[in-house]
């Protein structure tokens, strides 16, 4: 598999330098336009601003990019016939020369062949409502599991279970630290209700235990929940109602698979009269302001084996 890795991300690497991924499903799926490529390229000035080069992984006709140019972010944010590529569809991708944004799985495959240890998003995909009844654990846990990167992120998507879904990491081996808190988030909120073990007081801390882990698990990934804080995470009772609220009427509706989560967040942001579009922009906003941090920690401590 062959990956077009831009200039200055593959020079960096080679140096190196702090290098962060970023999953691009969240632009051209997670968020409305103009929010989404504006939200986009914010978050690489923000990984700039803290001493990092982000690398934004996708598909461009049939080329996996990693580091993508601010027009080929703009296609993925606009282009109608982009497809949410998770690690099973790169084949196909690559055979039918397809445009694609990548999940958190999918990012991790591309970023972890460039050898980038540090990866940023919003929310990862995690074990749905009901698994009983459905089998929906996301692609992203087993990828997190097996990728030698730290995987940032503001918890799960709100309306996954994420009792479940912490279970699941468990069961996968994945470390699971919170940022500077005791309960993991809970995506537009900032706290799940569900405590932790593992509290991460400072970048360096996560960064040495990331490079402990090397020897022991080489191929190994590790999670990093960061906690959205008041006055930008929503009250808990507000989120909390607007799922059951948008749960409720996808069961009504029928409305299931790849369809189930673009009619899930334009549900919830119509119940939260738009909050929940805030949230998630500036968590994700957050997000990166820590991944910054750990990306230059995870970096010198590289240099210090
Ligand atoms: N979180 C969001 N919006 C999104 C995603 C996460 O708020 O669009 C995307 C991420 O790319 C994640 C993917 O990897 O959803 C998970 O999809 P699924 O639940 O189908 O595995
Ligand atoms: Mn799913």
Redesign the pocket.
Known sequence: MSIRISDEVRQAIAEGKPVVAL????V????PEPTNIETALAVEGILRDGGAIPASVGLIEGDIVCGLSEAELDRLAHDQHVV?A?ERDFGRAIRNRLSG???????LLVAARCGIEVHV??????V?PEVGMNL?I???LPAIARSPLITI?AG???F?DTAATLEAMETLGVPVGVWQADEFPW?YSTSSGLKVEWRVESAQEIAEIFRAERDLRPGAGMFLGVPLLPPDALPAAQTRAAIDTALRRMREQGITG?A??PFL?STIFEETGGASLTA?VALIKNNARVGAQVAVAVAQSRLAI
């Open positions: 999953e691009t499903t969240i051209a799926h997670g968020m949410k998770q944004a990548t999940t958190v799985g999918a990012t998003t919003g929310g990862i995909g995690g749905a929906d996301s692609a992203d992120a799960t998507k709100a996954m995506f790849k189930a989560t967040l998630n």
